[in-house]
């Protein structure tokens, strides 16, 4: 979600090329801990509360759109519904990546723990995959 912001290149080059001396290793820590807090910031002002803000804005565009009903015509009205239906498609989408990442997570965690969610999913998944081929050969 973070990659798909505008802000987020230019937040990440100005704070990568940070002139940072010593060993190449303790310079790839020290531009990672550079990049932390204004990543920080960046998610807390813009993906916090995610679920809250969606579902803010579905209730401004559906109040805005009842008002809009009343004043067809009124180009700033239609204005100002184009402006909240993309901000509401923007905030749909930074949550839908949101949950893909968690939900990458917590599968990640329970691999690592060999729990039975996990191994399940694997035999099913190597189910779907595998080509059952006895029967189909003649024998001379």
Not at 2 to 18: A, C, F, M, R
Not at 22 to 34: E, F, Q
Request: charged share 25%.
């Amino acid at each position: 979600m973070w990659v798909e912001h505008q802000d987020y290149k230019s937040l990440l080059l100005k704070h990568w090329h940070t002139e940072v001396y010593g060993s190449p290793m303790y310079i790839l820590c020290r531009r990672l801990k550079l990049l932390k807090g204004p990543l920080k910031q960046l998610n807390k002002f813009h993906f916090g509360h995610i679920s809250e803000r969606v579902r803010r804005a579905e209730v401004n565009l559906e109040h805005h759109q009842s008002l809009l009903q009343d004043n067809r015509n009124n180009a700033q009205f239609l204005a100002q519904d184009h402006k909240l239906c993309l901000e509401l498609v923007n905030l749909k989408s930074s949550k839908k990546m949101f949950y893909s990442q968690k939900l990458k997570c917590n599968l990640f965690k329970d691999s690592e723990r060999g729990t039975s969610f996990f191994h399940a999913l694997m035999n099913q998944k190597h189910k779907k995959n595998f080509i059952h081929a006895t029967g189909y050969f003649k024998q001379e």
